[in-house]
Each structure stands twice: as structure tokens, then as C-alpha cells.
């Protein structure tokens, strides 16, 4: 069936460092994928977005490259800080729009960032 | 903006029992839906509105009801609580579809 996986459940940086996170999908027919991060005790939080129709997007301080030829996703995020400590999930719109945004998730990567 | 807010933080329920999560968006958005989060597992859709009158189900609807009388809230009814209900919940609303869903805090629900 379709999935959405991560390759790293726990990632551990230094502050100050870029950070990256993966996320592969199995459904080659998704045209919207989304990284969440979320904070113990809270709702998942929207970081950034892309379309299929590009293979990078740029935020503050965080990239999303996504590469349709291997069905793989990342976030980079730079110059990581104690605040960014979080598990942060992929989602990816399966396509299946009937006027709703369906979206499978992973199961979260967690980032631990080191002082 | 209150963005999406979530009632009670916590409950616990005997089986058997009935009740209602709340859920309520101060941002005029017309797409909602609701998910469970359970340890080791991606968030999973329970139940969706594409607007007020219009519900459908998602991936795990079962035991689950759903209404969408006004665009603001989004209640999420549990008929007869199960333990296999013990999960955290999340209500989500977006603007429209393809655009990311804002989350609420979630409501950490436990079924004895």
C-alpha cells in the first residue's frame, strides 16, 4: 500500500549545524508533500510545502529538495538550534482529491539539537 | 486569531462511555478534519468536511461520528469508547485543498 517512511528516527546535532531529514514516499502519483513539526505536547506545526511540479523550495532557514526520480524527500534546516528540537514528520497528498486534501504521514523523525 | 482550539486537553473514559472532543477555528476555514496519533504510527484521518453540511470519512472512521453544522467548529463524537480508542486527537482546518492544514493542541484521550 502507499507509505510514507523516514530513514532516521532520531537525529542528534550540535547547535549550529545544518540539519538534514529524510523521508522517502512509495506513491509516485502524489503531487504535494508538506513537513510538519511538532513539539511535545502540541499539534503538528506547518513548516513548508511543495508541489511536484518543483524539486526545491526555500524557507527560514529551511530547504525542501524533493527528488520524484527516487520518491525522496528532505528538509535541511540551517544553523539548527535548541528551539528546533522537535519530531518533524513528512506528508505526502496521495491524490486522491475529492475537493479534500488527503495526506499520508510519516512517522516522525525526532531532532535533538545539543547546546 | 485563536487559530484552531481543541476541548478538553484530557479526558479518561470507562468503556462503554460516549462523548464529544470539540473543535473550533476562529479563521473562516472551510476544510477540516480530524485525526488520531497513536505511539509509533503518522497521524491517520478519522473524519473530513469540505464545508458546513458536508462530512466524509477518512482512513479509521469506525466508532467515530462526525457533524459540521457551522464552518467554525467541528465536533468529533465518540459513540461507545473503546480502549483501542486511547490515542491523542488532533483537529486540523485549512484554507482549501492543497494548502497546509493549521493543527490544534490535540485532546490526549485514554479508555479504561
Known amino acids: 500500500g502507499e507509505s510514507v517512511g523516514l530513514h532516521l528516527p532520531t537525529l542528534s546535532v550540535q547547535e549550529g549545524d545544518n540539519s538534514i531529514i529524510n523521508c522517502a514516499y512509495s506513491n509516485s502519483a502524489s503531487d504535494y508533500f508538506i513537513w510538519y513539526k511538532q513539539e511535545s505536547g502540541k499539534g503538528p506545526q506547518f513548516i513548508i510545502d511543495i508541489r511536484s511540479n518543483m524539486d526545491k523550495r526555500q524557507g527560514q532557514r529551511v530547504t525542501v529538495l524533493l527528488n520524484k526520480t527516487v520518491k525522496h524527500l528532505s528538509l535541511q534546516i540551517a544553523a539548527t538550534q535548541p528551539g528546533d528540537s522537535a519530531v518533524y514528520f513528512c506528508?505526502?497528498?496521495?491524490?486522491?482529491?475529492?475537493?479534500?486534501?488527503?495526506?499520508?504521514f510519516g512517522t516522525g523523525t525526532r531532532l535533538l539539537v545539543s547546546p | 486569531n485563536a487559530g484552531v482550539t481543541q476541548t478538553p486537553k484530557f479526558q479518561v473514559l470507562k468503556t462503554g462511555q460516549s462523548m464529544t472532543l470539540q473543535c473550533a477555528q476562529d479563521m473562516n476555514h472551510e476544510y477540516m478534519s480530524w485525526y488520531r496519533q497513536d505511539p509509533g504510527m503518522g497521524l491517520r484521518l478519522i473524519h473530513y468536511?469540505?464545508?458546513?453540511?458536508?462530512?466524509d470519512q477518512g482512513e479509521v472512521p469506525n466508532g467515530y461520528n462526525v457533524s459540521r453544522s457551522t464552518t467554525e467548529d467541528f465536533p468529533l463524537r465518540l459513540l461507545s469508547a473503546a480502549p483501542s480508542q486511547t490515542s491523542v486527537y488532533f483537529c486540523?482546518?485549512?484554507?482549501?485543498?492543497?494548502?497546509?492544514?493549521?493543527f490544534g493542541p490535540g485532546t490526549r484521550l485514554t479508555v479504561t
Open positions: 506528508a505526502e497528498n496521495t491524490g486522491e482529491n475529492t475537493g479534500f486534501q488527503k495526506l499520508v
Open positions: 468536511s469540505v464545508g458546513a453540511g458536508i462530512t
Open positions: 486540523a482546518s485549512s484554507l482549501a485543498p492543497g494548502v497546509g492544514q493549521y
